[in-house]
């Protein structure tokens, strides 16, 4: 049981360690319901400590005997922890304690997945396997000796020794209890090796249950992308003899960054063109970076406390933004990153859970797992990079490796590399990791005598506990286009500090066409009153990719608000535009594919918001749908000539450029079967030789109210496979119409496929039912219910997978009151729920707050 009255903890309560850890000697004697766990730790007083009281933290453990320099003692247990008197001096502490895996359905500590144990500690684990300072600034170098009769035995670092039941590895280098990992299991491996620009060989292994060894080839390529890729850009190499990947099919996340042993969520590794999409293969390459990248951002140099989390995971998701953008292409990947943010980030900042990037308090830090900290942490570190430049950029990031090196670093010590690699003054800049909330940019346009005038204001609004907001360092790219189209004024960086600010440009002969925010400089909401006819202008000739993106994104958002608010029919400045983008061969597939996408209903729902409406979640999805048909008719000449034109023919290659293809294809497709009634899709389903090609034929089915017998097929062809089979649950709710997506999820339910404590199965079903919105909102009320029902099941199971989830409910103060008090009483009855985790009491907590 978790402590009756969760605490609150806040960064400015911070204190150093009074003991750190020099080596650590841990010895597993692995049993399902009975793990010994033997340690023996060396601690010395911390002569920065502000305190003497040894203590160390413990949950779910049984202690069964405790030494002190080789003297029993009876320690003063609580449920949290151990205390124990220590002497002034360097002491060897050692404890025998039991534990049980098999019983672990939290995912968090070490657990079993179909017989193989496996740990997960980020952020708070290992105090689940033995008693330990469990903090990120205390740093051993940990010895792992593993005893089981389970053919593969690993932890971090290189292997030492072996022998028949047992193995040994070692970790040189000393990391914090977090990065700990152990696997035991009957696995297969994927070999393959790579030698470092200094002439290191490193031996790399990826390893899964027998029957997936087919799947392992791209994960292993990119891997290798990613090391030669942090050498070229980062000039960071590998510092182990061996680098492991686990897939793991049961797993709270996607992937975690243990020294030389990353864990994987076998989602987010295993693919083969089979069974896994264009986008299946996308995310693989970009988390197998991401997790190889925290060697040195999170592993070589880790955060102080849980508060800056953001310092490693900000800037890894950034490098593996710059990793995708290299390997795929810049201009997709800034839309596709915008689209995520936009959707889920800015969602996330407009609500109850809004927090700043780095928070000032937490109950429970695996609550802090978020788009926030993630995603915005990276953007502020590329406006970092813009304000400062690519140079400068280098500059301070060489300068971050050698000075922070084996540190537990705070954001203060990011901050000052900075600063002391370009002499700016960072203080203001500063803001955006401690201010919460997506700020608005207001634009005004002046033109007169040959001068323009840009006047940019800006506002933040408040956000829970955070009233009072300041202005923000807001990097702006910006550039002018005359009314042929010509570039007048390449790209500059507007620095946007004041509350109001304008600049000016004169010697024009005409009214210039601006473009504002290119690429996306910076995580903020224009607010631009501009006509349709200048939005479809800039489509068609702004020459930055993003803001030409935009400026359909823009139309199109547009053109959805009159048609909720009036059943308006679209404007034909944005049905023209997008015919002309869809046949511009001149533009990459996968951008003309971005353009044809509309903002999600979601989306839709926000921007009512910000206009003071209240959302009907119901007449948003008749907009869309009703949309969806007018592009179709509107391309139907062009449609399947298009389509034909998307044909890749030959092998499957997961690369961008085929992948591109499909993507445009695909969204053909999409249009398509609203006019042929699905015909071309049943084609494409009966002729699909990869899971990309059949999974958009049979969602394109199911969205039009058809694909029954395709269901099924896919069901017969597939029921072996467990991460196809998380499709096939997903994508009927998905497509469910919004008075059957609630009665669909249940029905789903009593699958004897649906296995409840299988975290990626639970979000197939569950996080579908968030995703479509009209089907979650239906004011019935149903969608609340079911959702409710089965977070409370599974929070007694699961705690962090449950509190993630019930994010689902934080747009319930937006809607109409009726749906208000449906999802008001949702919250309540699972806050009411006896027992209820920590993690999912903060959660919903904060929503009902
Ligand atoms: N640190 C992991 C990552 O971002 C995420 C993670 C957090 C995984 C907590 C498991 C638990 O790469
Ligand atoms: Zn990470």
Known sequence: MKDASPQTIYLKDYTPPAYLVDSVHLTFRLAPTATRVLSRIAFRPNPDATSSDFLLHGEDLTLISAKIDGAPL??????????????????????????????????????????????????????????????????????????????????????????????????????????????????????????TRSGKHVALNIW???????????GMEALKKS???????????????????????????????NKGLNIFNSSAVLASPETATDANFERIEAIIAHEYFHNWTGNRITCRDWFQLCLKEGLTVFRDQQFTGDMRGDAVKRISDAVVLRAHQFREDNGPLAHPVRPDSFVEINNFYTVTVYEKGAEIIGMLKRLVGDDAYAKALDLYFARHDGDAATIEDWLKVFEDATGRDLTQFAKWYSQAGTPRVKVHEDFADGTYTLTLSQHTPSTPGQDHKEPLVIPVAFGLLNDNGDEILPTQVLELTKAEQSFTFDNLSSRPIASILRDFSAPVI???????????????????????????????????????????????????????????????????????SLPTEDDT?????????????????????????????????????????????????PEAEAAGKRSLGNALLMLMSRLDGGKQAAQQYTGADNMTQQLAALNALLKIGKGQAELQAFADQWQHDRLVMDKWFGLQVACAAPDAAATTAEKLTRHPDFEMKNPNRFRAVFGALKSNAAGFHDPSGVGYDLMADWLIKLDALNPQTTARMVSAFDTWKRYDTDRQSKMRAALQRIAATPNLSRDTTEMVTRLLG
């Open 74 to 195: 009876t320690p003063d247990v609580t449920p949290t922890g151990l205390r124990c008197t220590v002497p002034n001096a360097p002491f060897i502490f050692e404890a025998e304690v039991e534990i049980s895996p098999e019983t672990n359905t939290a995912l968090e500590g070490l657990y079993m997945s179909n017989g193989m144990y496996c740990t997960q500690c980020e952020a708070e684990g290992f105090r689940k396997i033995t008693y330990y300072p469990d903090r990120p600034d205390v740093m051993g170098v940990f010895t792992t000796r593993i005893e089981s009769d389970l053919p593969v035995l690993l932890s971090n670092g290189n292997p030492t020794d072996q022998g028949d039941g047992w193995a040994e590895w070692h970790d040189p280098w000393p990391k914090p209890a977090y990065l700990f990992a152990l696997v035991a299991g009957d696995l297969v491996n994927h070999p393959d090796r790579f030698t």
């Open 605 to 653: 729902a926000q921007a009512l918001v910000d206009c003071d409406e209240i959302p009907d979640p119901a007449a948003i999805y008749t907009a869309h749908e009703a949309l969806k048909l007018h592009i179709a008719q509107h391309l139907q000449d062009p449609l399947p000539r298009l389509y034909a034109e998307m044909t890749v023919s030959g092998l499957y290659s």
């Open 526 to 596: 224009l607010q631009r009153a501009q006509t349709n006819v200048e939005r479809a202008f800039l489509l068609a000739h702004d020459t930055d990719p993003f803001n030409k993106w935009d400026a359909g994104r823009m139309l199109a958002q547009d053109v959805l608000l009159r048609m909720v608010r009036d059943d308006a029919t679209p404007d034909s400045a944005y049905l023209d535009g997008l015919a002309v983008v869809a046949r511009d061969d001149n533009l990459a597939p996968a951008f003309r594919a971005l353009v044809l």
């Open 208 to 218: 899964v249950r027998p029957g997936d060894e087919g799947k392992c080839a791209f």
């Open 227 to 257: 090391m030669t890729w942090d050498e070229d850009v980062y000039g960071r190499e590998y510092d182990l003899d061996i680098f492991n990947i686990v897939a793991v099919d049961d797993f709270n996340m996607g992937a975690m960054e």
